[in-house]
């Protein structure tokens, strides 16, 4: 019944059918937080490194979908003059594999209606950092852009089967500036979207513009020894608490909303491990999220990240 309820949400309600992402950050897991070094995706002033290539994949699983991986996300920092720390980022904003099915009848036929939803919104970005010790300051522009197919299809007993396909379209720009504050082994950071806008539009169609709000979120953190750490992040939409000791990290948060102005609900359960392969730190993290209310799930989300050049944390 929840999977009936769900596939017509998607195909009736406007906010669905027009494809804008729920959480615009928020996938990446134990490492989304605007005070973690080399996570420029929270915030560009955590983009603390000598030479650095990281690599992210995703892979997840709930109650309504299948298992899905795909690389999530490469990011590329390197020194310059003026000590300042210049990169770029292609990061998935958006995956969309969904698959529908629901079995119905009238006084004059049976038919199934299928409905399926494949596509993505694709970031694009560009950072520029600098610090000041104890100030460290960055700076951040991207470019939005992808393209999500919805297809409909109605098998009649009886009557000639229909089908529809209808692609959507995105193109969009932000920028946003961050700050963290280094004292000794604590720091706060924080990151702010000052420039966002989304547009979409169909064939024949002319662009509409989504009334998006301005992001921003806060992080703090304290270290009380190497590899030993607490980290706290919130933003809007909810807030992570996350730990660490040695190679093993452990984090709970919470979930207050989507992105689609509905009231979302939901707990997040997360563990990691950070091991070392040839002097290249992996990070893996699985977590589990459990949505409440009438949009119920159970939702696996888990990632393999590594840094191809540098050391952990970018540093």
């Known amino acids: 019944m929840n999977y009936i309820v ?3 949400l ?3 309600n406007p906010l669905y059918a027009e494809n804008i992402p729920g959480e615009w950050i928020g996938e990446i897991g134990l490492s989304e937080s605007p005070v973690l070094d080399g996570n420029v995706f929270a915030n560009p002033a955590t983009a603390d490194t000598l030479d650095f290539i990281s690599v992210s994949t995703r892979f997840s699983f709930d109650d309504y979908e299948l298992f899905n991986a795909t690389l999530s996300s490469v990011t590329l920092s390197m020194p310059t003059f003026y000590g300042c720390l210049v990169g770029g980022r292609v990061n998935v904003l958006y995956d969309s594999k969904l698959d529908g099915e629901i079995n ?4 004059w036929d049976s038919y199934t209606e299928y409905f399926t939803r494949r596509g993505g919104i694709d970031q694009y970005s560009f950072f520029l950092k600098k610090s000041f010790a104890p100030f460290s300051l960055g700076f951040d522009i991207n470019l939005l852009n992808g393209k999500i197919e919805d297809k409909w299809k109605i098998v009649f007993d009886e009557y000639s089967d229909i089908f529809d396909t209808l692609p ?5 720009y932000s920028a ?3 700050i963290v504050y280094h004292l000794k082994d604590f720091r706060v950071g924080g990151y ?3 420039y966002q806008n989304l547009k979409y539009w169909r064939d024949g169609e002319d662009k ?9 979120s806060l992080g703090l953190s304290y270290s009380f020894d190497k590899g030993k750490s607490i980290m706290l992040s919130a933003d809007k939409k909810g807030a992570l608490l996350t730990g660490r000791y040695g190679p093993i990290v452990i984090g709970y948060g919470r979930i207050y909303g989507s992105g689609y102005e509905l009231d979302i609900e939901g707990n997040r359960f997360m563990g990691g491990i950070v091991l070392s392969l040839n002097k290249a730190p992996i990070m893996i993290t699985l977590e589990n999220r459990r949505y409440l209310g009438e949009f119920s799930d159970n939702e696996y989300i888990g990632t393999i990240s590594i840094s191809i050049t540098g050391e952990e944390g970018g540093r």
């Open 10 to 12: 998607v195909i009736a």
């Open 104 to 107: 119905l009848s009238n006084e």
């Open 176 to 178: 946003g500036i961050g």
């Open 6 to 8: 769900i596939l017509i």
């Open 208 to 216: 509409d513009e989504f009334n998006l709000e301005r992001r921003a």
């Open 168 to 172: 959507t379209y995105f193109r969009g």
């Open 192 to 194: 702010y979207v000052f």
